[in-house]
T-cell receptor
């Protein structure tokens, strides 16, 4: 079964540092997403990406966040200057075109800001 | 997006059928209903989705009445490994189809 791959699985960074979280979506999927889940809380939508541009973003996705699809396979989330409250699990997801398909989520990157 | 309401938790025993009902009174005409499962420290996993009537796949069935204001996820013969959080979501038929997660239902399966 095709998978969404995320790296690293766990990242520890100092407050104020930049981090890049990486994702390889499923190859024939066209829609890409980032979600996050703070420990013990809901899964929250961050951003959706289609046709090489952001199609929607949430209030959480402020100027400190950016996404990029630098080549045909990777999809990255950059946090420019991390804060303690950015500590969370970050999930990448992708899906096919059409209404009949669910999302495939990756196993996540646990980001710890110290 | 329509708000969903589902029980916070449910208990079951191995081998039983589990039905989790979700209400979504304000569902719109072009919305569809989708269910996800999440284990601790893992990403949500798609289970099933539908628009109306009944949908069945290899892991679950989804029952949606004619008014579509509720839906029921049915898990046949659960096992210990089905212990997880189950999310009911209503998804707009728009371009991005973002998922808005609630708190879900924590299903605890006991031996």
């Amino acid at each position: 079964e095709p998978e969404v791959t995320q790296t690293p699985s766990h990242q520890v960074t100092q407050m104020g540092q930049e981090v890049i979280l990486r994702c390889v979506p499923i190859s024939n999927h066209l829609y890409f997403y980032w979600y996050r889940q703070i420990l013990g809380q809901k899964v929250e939508f961050l951003v959706s990406f289609y046709n090489n541009e952001i199609s929607e973003k949430s209030e959480i996705f402020d100027d400190q966040f950016s996404v990029e699809r630098p080549d045909g396979s990777n999809f990255t989330l950059k946090i420019r200057s991390t804060k303690l409250e950015d500590s969370a699990m970050y999930f990448c997801a992708s899906r096919e075109t059409g209404m009949n398909y669910g999302y495939t989520f990756g196993s996540g990157t646990r980001l710890t800001v110290v | 997006l329509a708000k969903t309401t589902q029980p916070i938790s449910m208990d079951s025993y191995e081998g039983q059928e589990v039905n989790i009902t979700c209400s979504h009174n304000n569902i719109a005409t072009n919305d569809y209903i989708t269910w996800y499962q999440q284990f601790p420290s893992q990403g949500p996993r798609f289970i099933i989705q539908g628009y109306k009537t009944k949908v069945t796949n290899e892991v679950a069935s989804l029952f949606i009445p004619a008014d579509r204001k509720s839906s029921t996820l049915s898990l046949p013969r659960v096992s210990l490994s089905d212990t997880a959080v189950y999310y009911c979501l209503v998804v707009s038929g728009g371009a991005t189809n973002k998922l808005i997660f609630g708190t879900g239902t924590l299903l605890a399966v006991q031996p």
